[in-house]
């Protein structure tokens, strides 16, 4: 069982993934109660969890704390950061206070999804293309 949502004081809406690595037998008692209890519940293989968790959790967290070290040092780019936040930053900024406050999990993460290292350099292949794009002469 993977809830995909912290601790919170109700869980009506929020996701659950269930990945039976055995017989089936309990699951689809749980999944009703799951249901009952207001969770939206998928059923998932071990594989099909991983990439997706690739994704959801190694790529997001990734391009997070590579914000956070951007934001660790803002003097190279201005003094006065706080004067320049605007609503959407102060939520990015606030979501990686979260993040450094999860860093052990979240680093255990980057190191243990069998399809980490593949989701990252496919995240960094895509920065490096949006790049070259927007770096491009007479781009408008």
Do not use: C
Not at 94 to 115: A, C, F, G, H, W
Request: proline share 4%; aromatic share 8%; no cysteine.
């Amino acid at each position: 069982m993977h809830p995909l949502f912290g601790p919170v004081e109700r869980f009506e809406g929020e996701n659950i993934v269930l990945v039976p690595v055995r017989s089936g037998v309990w699951l689809s008692p749980l999944s009703q109660i799951l249901k009952k209890a207001g969770l939206n519940v998928t059923v998932a293989t071990a594989e099909e969890h991983d990439k997706a968790m690739a994704l959801v959790q190694v790529v997001h967290h990734f391009a997070l704390l590579v914000l956070n070290e951007m934001f660790k040092h803002p003097d190279k780019w201005t003094t006065r950061l706080e004067a320049f936040t605007t609503k959407s930053l102060r939520k990015t900024l606030k979501n990686l206070r979260r993040i450094e406050e999860l860093i052990d999990v979240v680093e255990m993460i980057q190191r243990l999804n069998p399809y980490a290292k593949e989701a990252r350099e496919h995240f960094l292949k895509l920065a490096h293309k949006l790049h070259k794009e927007f770096s491009a002469e007479n781009n408008i």
